[in-house]
């Protein structure tokens, strides 16, 4: 029986594997889900010294504009909204989480170079149209027209980016959303130090607190629920195999993205009772049905991850319960906590891969059923059912140190 008697996870119906195990390993197994470094290496170079001008631009502007000191605490009060908009994107990453690397990149897109070029383009906007008309029209003109185009724009950049580098990583509406999440959050980061520092200069602490109330407290998820509608048309495009849905779905987004964001900025354009009518009319139906979204993402996956994998369990490869443990986070870190109990760090180390390695293999399969897989998926299918059979034996105490 796969698993032994002590695996609690198996099932009494499943008898045979498809093909013979391999021998115990000499050294805990490798995770095979750990991507290729070389050309992230060459595109970190590249990133880091595109990052630092935009930080050194940035940095310069505030200093001379805000102050360091008063900075300094606009940075504080503008992270405190991360410490709940990161996690929740986190969270819904889970079954099948994206590289560390990626998403620090996207982070640092959204507050660094999509922030730089907003304030340009933003800027030039604004100048333009005062030669038109009067300053106030000019700024209400740039947040309602071109700021949501320039800004979504920007953010989408760095989510097409991933999915035309990344393509085997970025497997559908979950990734987009949490990519264009990550961005929109180190966007609005950037964004609420100069709104901050600007509230402080004008009004001291009450100013600043206000801002906080608004920005922070009552709108941290504004600029992630205007990308996130992007980041889920990439996702569409990126599981269809069909021409025509790979160009209209990012498009489709794009623009529902900028029209969420412009109709928010005329709502603060308004002021007063415009505000309060576009948040409570506007605004909250809006929140509560991105959390419906986020909530129903991630409980897709895991139906995804069922579906996917129950092939493999009717070949021998997985348990029945197995297949039902790794479509649930819940049963998933009951799993964590037995393989520590039985086998120590080492098997907590393989269940976790075990876990990855399958999301892996499901999304894999996913890829080759609806023919967007490349000519190396069936090859990377077999090291991964291989690496599978590894890292149950190696959890369940079997291998050899």
């Known amino acids: 029986m796969l698993g032994g008697p002590n695996h609690p996870f198996a099932t009494d119906n499943l008898t045979t594997m498809s093909v013979a195990p391999a021998a115990p390993p000499h050294t805990p197994p490798r995770n095979p889900t750990t991507r290729p470094r070389l050309r992230a290496v060459v595109l970190v170079g590249v990133a880091v010294v595109g990052f630092a001008i935009c930080a050194l ?3 310069a502007y505030f200093s001379a504009s805000l102050g ?8 504080l009060f503008a992270t405190l909204p991360l410490l709940v908009v990161i996690p929740t994107f986190v969270w819904l990453d889970r079954f099948e989480a994206e590289p560390t690397r990626l998403l620090v990149l996207a982070f640092l897109w959204g507050a660094l170079v999509s922030a730089f070029g907003a304030a340009v383009l933003n800027t030039g906007a604004i100048i333009a149209f005062q030669s038109a008309t009067d300053p106030d029209s000019a700024l209400a003109a740039t947040a309602i027209v071109v700021a949501p185009l320039t800004e979504e724009a920007l953010k989408g950049a760095l989510v ?3 999915w035309w580098l990344h393509r085997n990583e970025f497997d559908g509406i979950t990734d987009g959303m949490v990519y264009a999440g990550i961005v929109a959050a180190g966007f609005a980061f950037t ?8 509230a402080y200069t004008e ?3 009450a100013f600043l607190a206000g801002t906080f109330i608004l920005r922070g407290v009552m709108s941290p ?4 629920m205007f990308t996130v509608l992007f980041g889920i048309g990439v996702g569409i495009a990126a599981a269809s195999p ?3 849905v790979k160009v209209v779905a990012p498009l489709v987004g794009y623009l529902l993205a900028v029209l969420a964001h412009g109709l928010w900025n005329l709502a603060a354009v308004a002021g007063g009772a415009g505000l309060l009518v576009g948040y409570f009319l506007v605004g909250v139906p809006i929140f509560f049905g991105f959390v419906c979204l986020i909530v129903w993402a991630r409980s897709r996956e895991g139906r995804l991850i069922a579906q996917h994998l129950t092939p493999y369990a009717d070949a021998g490869w997985l348990s029945r319960g197995e297949v039902a443990m790794l479509a649930s986070m819940s049963r998933r870190r009951e799993a964590r906590i037995w393989a520590r ?3 120590g760090p080492t098997g907590l180390a393989s269940m976790r891969a075990f876990q990855d390695t399958a999301s892996e293999l499901a999304l894999v399969r996913k890829r080759m059923h609806h023919s967007t897989a490349n000519r190396h998926a069936v090859e990377h299918e077999r090291r991964l059912l291989e690496a599978l059979v590894e890292q149950r034996r190696a959890f369940l105490g079997e291998w050899v140190g």
């Open 160 to 162: 097409l980016l991933v």
């Open 341 to 343: 109990a039985n086998s």
């Open 242 to 244: 069909r021409r025509s």
């Open 191 to 198: 964004e609420n130090i100069q709104y901050l520092g600007q």
């Open 57 to 59: 631009v940035l940095a």
């Open 221 to 224: 998820f504004a600029h992630p």
């Open 68 to 75: 360091v000191q008063v900075t300094l605490l606009a940075v």
């Open 203 to 205: 009004g001291g602490g």
